[in-house]
């Protein structure tokens, strides 16, 4: 959706935010990102956070959050995670080599999937901070014996304050490099399931809620499939010679979210 919306947001009935780039840079809070938050709020516009970071688990988003003096709620958070948990859920998948950290352990185990099987459906690929290289070997000798790879997220880079850091996608390309093996299945944004499930709950029509991202193939393009407004800030991984050559139409392009917090 490319025309209709501006930075009043009059007409949007919720808002889904990325995480990483858009309202905070590794630690650092984004200008602006308190105050537009708090408008949302007087507007009654209810706000989710949206996140493909697969490396922390829900309870570890909220205090994150938290500590930058953001109240929410496990119902606001939606992760890749959870998306690739009802993948895995559909295929009837029960036990999975994991490549990922302890946050997404957890959540995995408590959705009763095993991630340290000898005998592994899948393996499970996240963004692994705690990445170690037995972790590697291990998965690698999985797939080089057929074991099927599916994936938390696409995206390749992780922003951070100094750079880009090697994100999902980067590993991806190191388990391809080292096997030949690419996933079966990547979850998260782009996939318009990642919203359209929290859309559906609510009872709203897509065409009224909006997602505000700094990226263009996860954020912008899962706006355009599901069919909400895409609001790209160029405060993360985005740049404007970036749009200009994806082929995408984001309904607005702001600086950051300074620029809607007011």
Not at 39 to 68: A, G, W
Not at 155 to 176: I, N, Q, R, Y
Not at 237 to 248: K, V
């Amino acid at each position: 959706m490319g025309v209709g919306i501006d930075e009043s947001l009059d007409g949007i009935e919720a808002v889904f935010l990325d995480l990483d780039g858009t309202i905070y840079l590794g630690d650092r809070l984004i200008d602006g990102a308190i105050e537009f938050l708090d408008r949302l709020r007087n507007k009654r516009i209810p706000r989710f956070f949206l996140s493909n970071n697969s490396s922390k688990s829900v309870s570890q988003y909220l205090e994150k959050l938290r500590n930058m003096g953001i109240t929410a709620t496990e119902e606001e958070v939606l992760l890749s995670t959870h998306d690739l948990i009802s993948w895995l859920s559909e295929k009837r998948v029960a036990r999975t080599y994991l490549v990922g950290t302890e946050g997404m352990r957890e959540m995995l185990n408590k959705s009763g999937l095993e991630t340290e099987s000898q005998d592994p459906e899948y393996v499970v690929l996240g963004y692994d901070t705690e990445i170690t290289y037995e972790k590697i070997s291990i998965a690698s000798i999985h797939l080089h014996r057929g074991v099927p790879l599916v994936s938390s997220h696409p995206d390749m880079v992780c922003p951070s304050p100094d750079g880009g850091l090697p994100d999902t996608g980067a590993f991806m390309a190191l388990f391809e490099a080292t096997t030949g093996v690419k996933p079966v299945h990547v979850c998260g944004k782009p996939s318009k399931g990642m919203i359209l499930h929290k859309i559906r709950h609510l009872g709203l029509d897509p065409s009224k809620c909006a997602m505000v991202g700094d990226r263009l193939y996860t954020d912008m393009e899962m706006a355009e499939r599901a069919g909400v407004h895409g609001i790209l800030v160029l405060s993360g991984e985005a740049t404007t010679s970036d749009l200009a050559s994806s082929g995408l139409s984001p309904s607005l392009v702001v600086d950051s979210v300074m620029s809607l917090a007011t």
